[in-house]
């Protein structure tokens, strides 16, 4: 068995006095509460407090990252515990499941699952040897142990990890019951919804156009009309911002807006509400609607998000078998300036709009994202997500976006994870990368150290909570 | 107030072997002069002589790098004293604009305008303590003092900070007459013109047809005719040879080039002078008067820098208002392999010609731009432009570009700014990121010592010279 | 005369306690035997081992690294003895040549040519002073000597420089004589073919009609039927196995694949064979073909490989002159997500089938291969290619793809080169950077160090063998 312990200067430069730059940075952020805007966690954990079922279906079946890479060296999603959409059989077992991740963990070495894992099993269950086949059993059963105790529920980790808010992600037609639960249960834990309103705003997404006759009945709005459409939007902006939403999430295939004149734009509602629908026109009507909530956005104040970029379920077999989200998602080319040049020809000067823009195409980081968050005061840059949500991602986005769109136009990190136990694993993460980074600037004399001081904390705090809101 | 000191190891690594040799290299080329071959500055600078107005006239209306950051943190260009199209009025008092300035100069943290900027301030007027809220009003009095001093002058601050020649760009309808009066005055500071007809080749231009005319006029030639036409750009090409011009230089939206057949070029001059004028036949008239001028330069020796790529006035409102060049210009993605194909098929293996390319897009440094001038003897790279001209930029751009170019392919510095101060900051950040590339080589046993001095020196000053023929 | 000392610690970093950790893990790899899974070397060397004729011959005239930086810089091909395609005549004394390269040989300073040559220069023939004009003689008589003697005759520098198994690469029409000869030469060492049928599965090649009738005819199958065609494949890729393939390699311009009816692919061929060939139809062709060959590569175990995204001979001239692989290779802009999809759509989840992909265009490293590798089972990612088999390019390619492709997704390194005597020093550079970045994955305490250890080996000697089944 080898020891597994974490680090005390992981992830910090080897070079001495670079490193003791960033240990003395990273002493003033490490106990900094963790703000996390986006992301993608239950809150029936937060609403009903149960105990997570096993180690297994805590840390493996859910988690895209895990199976992705097991899957891409032979491992059968069956043989994971992955359920299918027919409900044919796959591995119940979860002793099975973990063991068959314990014994192809040396997969990950090298990526950041890895260093969020290992951040769990030490911090969180308190483990101190390695995972693999040998000490598979050992740590299924420590964790399967912990999860039955009152310390390991979904409230308790929250306040254990320091969380001070967590905004989770809704859909137009959730009722919002889970949030309402939290906030009737008297917990005292901050966890809000941010609103997602791709089904009712995307008319390639299947079910569209009951979606949307659903959503206006929600809102008790006439689906008929493009202006009641739009009322019901509004409505539930209004419902989201009642569970404490401060922001809206949108997941499009491309960051292209349009404006379209009033005729336009209702005649080209009534043809998506009737369908068929041509890839031009749901592109143009996402476009548009982009446009819409960029003009919601400063009227009611909630941020704005775009995560555009995603070529969804690339993997055939897998969508039939076992459904969205099973790891199959591809990054796609991005293209902003021209994509959003009718939004920011609106909006683009309005200071009480925030767009947060959101990429998977590293190379419009200095072609386009930073000289245009450099540029327009609507516009702030998300963090390296999803796939660059790694240390050399995050190096790369400081490196390649600060010098044009300066730190002041970033907001900090989010962790975007359905992965409870990994938030603070990847909230120290960042936290270090960025202490890095910083370290980095300050010994080549690039930047003071009062001022690579002020940046740390802004990075792991400030920024978030001033661009979102919170 | 807090202490602003440039550290004699500024830019260089951290780690001690690799910051050694770098400044051993650097210790040899610091104080070599300044070959500025392309750039914006004033040529009535240098013909009259006459002092600057004020530190924010001088150091914060012009400058683009400067306002554009502050607006998009909210900061409004009429607070900043930008003057608008329509006259209409903005601040007025420069201590103001200087105020809200240095209020906000946290905002350039990591950025190259703060390295500047600070160079700026420590170097040329000999302030010691770090701009803020608290020293706005003794910045201000400092350097508007100095401004007021025979010293500070144009002329004297070009000879004070070791320039050898400086190029400025003139349009095709310049009169050169500033150029004139420099030569006539007597003065020893070598300023020279560069030739950049874009006014006079880009028919999507407004006033192109008029600009056509006015210029064949000039020359005395028949705007009537393409020959004619012709013509004329080799009698102001002459023109500007007569006022030092070595280069010409080119803005074009792509690296497009055409070669087309004598009576397809005539009857499409003919159709863009009579205009309305179809995006196609705007990018194919650029094209083909590109592979013009390159026939032009092998014939009279001037060496050709093309510039494309670059989504000018992205902000509508901030055009309407304030008109072009303030900070609204997005880089677009770039082609070259295809795009200058037609001209390298004629002119790309004539040692008598000298195309220095440049890119915004960065993606192309490695993919394109590197392979081509490693093979092509007429194609040389300019270095990291615009945005990339910063610490990160020019690093990537050598490790990017190196290992396939060469550094004999490459043309050493253009500082291409319009801010006359921030030359021998620009030049000596410059200086500065080569030591340290080259420093590394050295350390990781790539180059050896000895070819790292003459390198050094070569991408500080020899290149440059022998590139641009100065 | 300078000295030409290869330095022990050459392409570590410089920070000591990552070089020291650099140093350890290449011990244990420095002397492990090459594997050489795919390149461009002549089978004829090994089958014969006649003597190189002279040093040019051997270093300079067929190596376009070398000549195309040469051409960049204003030597002309004919002054470096290249072929002409008319039998005009070039330079015809080889030392006239090699005094050419000599006095240039400041060209290469930062490229990986000069460390491979340099290599071959102190390691293979002994030198040990560096190359230039003043040496260029000593150069030659010491190589031309050494070149005489039975030590550096292919054989011998094969076992000296302890190549464990090489593939060479063979058309389709090849009868693979040489190749016989080796087997039949008795020799212990390993040659092998691999089989590259772009010449009659590209419809745009030169006189693919009459290749594909020579191929049918070779394989003793009907070219009048699609299905005696895919026989005829299956036939010749039998004759390949039997001549020790594992691997077959496709050069396509793109990496489109599609999956064709049979009455459309039947038409589809009897229209490419009876010409012309329009841009689609070739690209439809070839689409569909690498979707039978990965079908055929799951019935016969053979690896495949896809090299796509070249613009092959852009210099018009230079084509005319000298024909093809003049250095006149430029890299296009690639993509796989698309182009993809239909092969991973009916192939990419079986186990049996192991696709290696290649490409110029890093861009994709980060956004579409390390995300489809760290997914699909059947894909793998080759090693920095052509221009990217570089120090910079090996570091980027790491940096980019470890973190969501994960190591094992990986196929170690290939040297795909035809300079033989390069490929010990190409191999000794790849497990160096290799070393350097698990290096610094330990000192940054993102690795422990005896994963670092096994790593260093599976990177150097185990995936390679493992991928390519040898």
């Known amino acids: 068995m080898k020891p597994l312990k974490l680090h005390t200067d992981r992830l910090f430069p080897a070079e001495p006095r670079t490193r003791d730059i960033a240990r003395a940075l990273h002493a003033t952020v490490r106990d900094l509460p963790i703000v996390s805007p986006h992301g993608h966690t239950d809150p029936r954990w937060f609403a009903y407090d149960d105990p997570f079922p096993n180690p297994s ?7 895209h990252y895990v199976f992705r890479m097991l899957m891409s060296q032979g491992v059968k999603l ?18 099975a499941i973990w063991h068959r991740f314990a014994a192809h963990y040396h997969l990950f070495r090298g990526t950041p699952s890895r260093m969020w894992l290992d951040w769990v099993f030490a911090e969180t269950f308190g483990i101190d040897v390695r995972l693999g086949a040998d000490t ?88 008929g009309s493009f202006a009641g459409y739009l009322r019901a939007h509004e409505r539930r902006r209004a419902d989201f911002r009642a569970a404490g939403a401060t922001s809206t999430d949108h997941g499009h295939p491309t960051a292209f807006t349009a404006h379209l004149g ?16 041509s890839d031009r ?42 459904g969205r989200d099973k790891g199959g998602d591809i990054p796609a080319a991005g293209e902003f300036v021209q994509a959003l040049k009718p939004l920011l020809d609106l909006y683009g000067n309005d200071p009480r709009l925030t767009l947060i823009l959101f990429t998977l195409d590293e190379d419009v980081y200095s072609r386009e994202l930073a000289p245009l968050a450099g540029h327009y005061p609507a516009l702030r840059l998300g963090p390296p997500w999803w796939f660059h949500d790694s240390p050399e991602g995050m190096r790369r986005f400081r490196e390649r976006a600060t010098e044009t769109a300066g730190f002041y136009n970033m907001v ?25 980074w910083l370290a980095r600037l300050v010994a080549e004399h690039r930047l003071e150290e009062d001022e690579a001081f002020e940046l740390a904390r802004a990075l792991s705090y400030d920024l978030v909570k001033q661009a979102y809101k919170l």
Request: glycine fraction near 8%.
């Open 57 to 63: 279906e805590l840390l493996i079946v859910p988690d």
């Open 78 to 95: 069956e043989e994971l515990g992955v359920p299918t959409r027919d409900g044919s059989p796959t591995e119940t077992d979860p002793r």
């Open 136 to 223: 598979a059993d050992h740590y299924y059963d420590v964790i399967d142990a912990a999860l039955k105790t009152p310390a390991f529920r979904p409230r308790a980790l929250f306040e254990r990890h320091g969380i001070e808010v967590i905004a989770t992600t809704e859909g137009p037609l959730d009722p919002l019951d889970h949030h309402r639960a939290i906030r009737a249960s008297g917990w005292g834990g901050r966890v809000i919804t941010a609103y997602r309103p791709d089904p009712v705003m995307d008319p390639a997404v299947r079910g569209f156009a009951d979606n949307v006759r659903a959503f206006c009945a929600m809102a008790g709005e006439d689906a």
């Open 262 to 277: 009033k005729a336009e734009i209702e005649a080209l509602y009534a043809s998506v509400m009737s369908g068929p629908v």
């Open 281 to 322: 026109d749901a592109e143009l009507f996402r476009g548009h609607m982009l446009v819409e909530m960029a003009r919601m956005s400063i009227e009611d104040g909630m941020v704005m998000q775009l995560h555009p970029g995603v070529h969804r379920s690339h993997n055939a077999a897998v969508l039939a078998r076992f």
């Open 412 to 436: 900090g990190f989010n962790d975007d994870t359905r992965a409870f136990l990994s938030i603070p694993a990847r909230h120290d993460m960042a936290r270090r990368m960025d202490c890095a």
